[in-house]
């Protein structure tokens, strides 16, 4: 009994104490300046925990979306502490991947700061599958995962089953930055290396922080508060001498047909990207990711290319004979798996990443940032000749031809919105006709679109018509089923809470359908706008394609998706009915709701040309390989 009695009392002393602290933090308005002003000393007698949330806090870090577990019940009682004075929020959660997914998009829409907490074994790994769109899309995102003990007692449950040392940060460390903090006193040295990783201006990513089980609650006796890092991280200037930029200004003004591709390290340009367009005579095509980089109305933005692509971008592509790519990672989508440059003989690559600068061959690599370097570069060309003197050129003139095409394809599908479907047993409307109609909506009421995996991801970014970045955001680098939904979770823990549009597919939401409950929960904004075709349909029309057969990527099973939601008190569900008068409808009805709201939208699944918007490029997958091999190895590029 004395022995619980003294642990008991050691518990409420720390616990005091922290709330003290917490207290103090709060009065002086941070923690940098409750240490600049004394209110809190140099060296405090802490825990592991509370260190570690002192240094995410110093860093800006003061959202958690969480999923706790017996791997983390010590982070969860400093949080409490923490949150219970106003420093922080917690953000309870059913699903690691929604939380991942959360915190993702709030860095990405609202440039905000967040960590991810889950337990030991299953959570983390889902978080890790999860962390698959921060890695592929360049996000800063804090993970926080319960690890096995250091004293090697004896297997700990859920830990990968194996007498082997370190095993998770092996696995995490595949996929990015992993620290084991195995060691209380390495964690300054820990929070500056996820400082740098997740706020790296060119690079950011995931930090995956492994915490042994037995370390969380670890003394720091007489811990240095000096020691936490905190700043900004530097970013990287512009590229290159001078005979460099003269090298490539002299290859922009010999090129005929000048295509720029931009990447999601260019999405932010903004005018110096359109001068530099005038000054070369280009002509811009877009990733999936960057839509809105250049504005849609701009004549020389030629829209999306890729494999899926478009008329007029694909076109530039496959007939420019120079290249300029801006802060693009030459994804297969993106670049058709190395095969959409056909004719250009020279390329010239503005990047931060010594690898995707020289992806190509005959390339002078700019390694810089795109912007200071792009703006250099302009104003090299401003000093010479100007490449058109009069008129337009015969390149440009082609390419506007390819584009009014592409324009009116596009418009073609709204004026046949409804086919007769043989699952629906009747006419609904087409994916490209929910979509358009959505994207109008959305963009007359200001409000934030979201993608989801699959069709609808693919129709999103061929009829992507954004003026600015920030409109629409299509996560293609992972293209994680089921992102778009649970990223709604962000428009209510956001400091600014804000209204979105996520549109999903079936087979998405029955992924992620925990944002129906969270998203009330934590007071989501936004509509989910399902569109139905019961089935996976990329993959469906992808099996279709390349083998005439499809193979388990449809069901027979009827989901009655309004009931659904409605079983939940709080979500707003409506059915879309089968007309596009009918979709505008239930959008206002959703958005006067300013809750969560899901919008059932049954859809057309089938190979009428009116049913999609076409595919123009080429993809190194199934039975194709061979064929995108062979021309890859002929270009040679």
Same mark, same amino acid.
């Given at each position: ?266 999405? +932010? ?161 087409? +994916? ?88 009330? +929960? ?116």
């Amino acid at each position: 009994m004395p022995a619980v009695n003294a642990w008991e009392k050691e518990r409420e002393e720390r616990l005091s104490a922290r709330m003290s602290r917490a207290k103090f933090i709060k009065a002086a308005g941070g923690v940098d300046a409750a240490i600049r002003n004394g209110d809190l000393p140099n060296h405090i007698n802490t825990t592991v925990s509370e260190a570690l949330i002192l240094g995410l806090l110093l860093q800006g870090v003061k959202k958690f979306v969480v999923v706790f577990g017996h791997g983390s019940t010590e982070i969860g009682e400093v949080l409490r502490v923490y949150q219970d004075a106003g420093l922080c929020r917690v953000f309870g959660v059913r699903s690691e991947v929604e939380a991942s997914h959360a915190a993702a998009a709030l860095n990405w829409i609202c440039g905000e700061k967040a960590a991810v907490v889950t337990s030991i074994g299953p959570g983390a790994l889902h978080a890790l599958a999860a962390s698959l769109v921060p890695a592929s899309d360049g996000l800063g995102v804090w993970y926080l995962l319960g690890d096995e003990t250091t004293e090697d007692e004896g297997y700990n449950m859920q830990q990968i089953p194996l007498s082997r040392q370190g095993s998770f940060l092996k696995l995490f460390s595949s996929m990015g930055e992993a620290y084991t903090l195995h060691t209380p006193l390495a964690l300054p040295v820990m929070l500056r290396r996820g400082l740098n990783t997740t706020a790296d201006p060119h690079h950011a990513g995931p930090f995956y922080l492994l915490l042994p089980m037995n370390v969380q609650a670890a003394d720091l006796p007489q811990f240095n508060l000096r020691e936490l890092p905190c700043g900004e991280v530097p970013g990287i200037s512009r590229a290159g001498d001078e005979e460099v930029y003269r090298s490539a200004a002299d290859l922009l003004l010999k090129a005929k047909k000048v295509v720029v591709k931009i990447g999601n390290g260019g999405r +932010q340009i903004g005018s110096p990207l359109q001068e530099f367009l005038e000054l070369v005579d280009g002509v811009a095509v877009t990733s999936p990711i960057s839509t809105g980089a250049i504005p849609a109305s701009n004549e020389r933005c030629m829209f999306v290319g890729g494999s899926k692509g478009s008329i007029s971008g694909n076109f530039a592509m496959e007939n420019a004979d120079l290249l300029v790519a801006i802060g693009t990672r030459f994804v297969c989508q993106s670049d058709c798996s190395r095969t959409g440059y056909p004719a250009v003989e020279n390329v010239i690559n503005l990047n931060t990443d010594l690898y995707d600068a020289t992806h190509y061959n005959n390339t002078i690599a700019l390694l810089g940032d795109a912007s200071l370097t792009l703006q250099y570069l302009n104003g090299v060309l401003r000093t010479l000749p100007h490449k058109i003197p009069e008129g337009m050129s015969a390149w440009f003139a082609i390419c506007l031809e390819k584009r009014r095409e592409w324009q009116a394809l596009k418009h073609s599908r709204m004026e046949h919105p409804v086919l007769f479907d043989p699952v629906w047993r009747r006419e609904v409307l087409t +994916q490209p006709a929910v979509v358009k109609t959505a994207l109008d909506w959305a963009r007359a009421h200001q409000v934030k679109v979201i993608f989801d995996a699959g069709d609808v991801q693919a129709n999103g970014f061929q009829l992507a018509e954004d003026e600015t970045p920030g409109e629409i955001y299509n996560e293609s680098g992972a293209s994680y089923m089921g992102f778009a939904v649970s990223s709604l979770l962000a428009t209510g823990i956001a400091d600014k809470p804000f209204y979105a549009l996520a549109l999903t597919g079936d087979g998405s939401l029955t992924m992620n359908p925990q944002i129906l409950i969270d998203g009330v +929960q934590h007071g989501a904004q936004g509509c989910i706008l399902l569109l139905d075709n019961r089935r996976m349909g990329a993959i469906t029309g992808l099996q279709m394609d390349q083998y005439g057969h499809e193979v388990a990527t449809n069901d027979s099973v009827e989901v009655d998706y309004v009931v659904w939601a409605k079983s939940i008190k709080g979500v707003n569900a409506l059915h879309a009915g089968y007309s596009l008068e009918e979709l505008k409808g239930a959008l206002e009805s959703a958005f006067e709701h300013k809750g969560l709201s899901l919008i059932h939208v049954p859809v057309y699944f089938g190979d009428h040309e009116m049913g999609g918007l076409g595919v123009y490029g080429r993809w190194n997958v199934g039975n194709w390989s061979k064929r995108v091999q062979a021309l890859r190895h002929e270009i040679g590029l």
